[in-house]
């Protein structure tokens, strides 16, 4: 079993991408790729772990 803190740092994980799904669908569709990096890292869909 996962540790009760890589629990939470998952969930962490889902809350800032949902919040910042909008944000980086904009900046995504203008090419703006200095702004997107300036996003949280954690905030990027990929990181998620669905297991």
Not at 20 to 36: D, S, T
Not at 44 to 51: E, F, Q
């Amino acid at each position: 079993m996962a540790k009760e803190s890589m629990k939470a740092r998952e969930v962490k994980r889902a809350k800032l991408v949902a919040k910042y799904a909008a944000k980086r669908a904009q900046l995504k569709a203008e090419g703006n790729y200095e702004a997107l990096q300036a996003l949280p890292k954690n905030a990027s869909p990929v990181r998620l772990h669905n297991r």
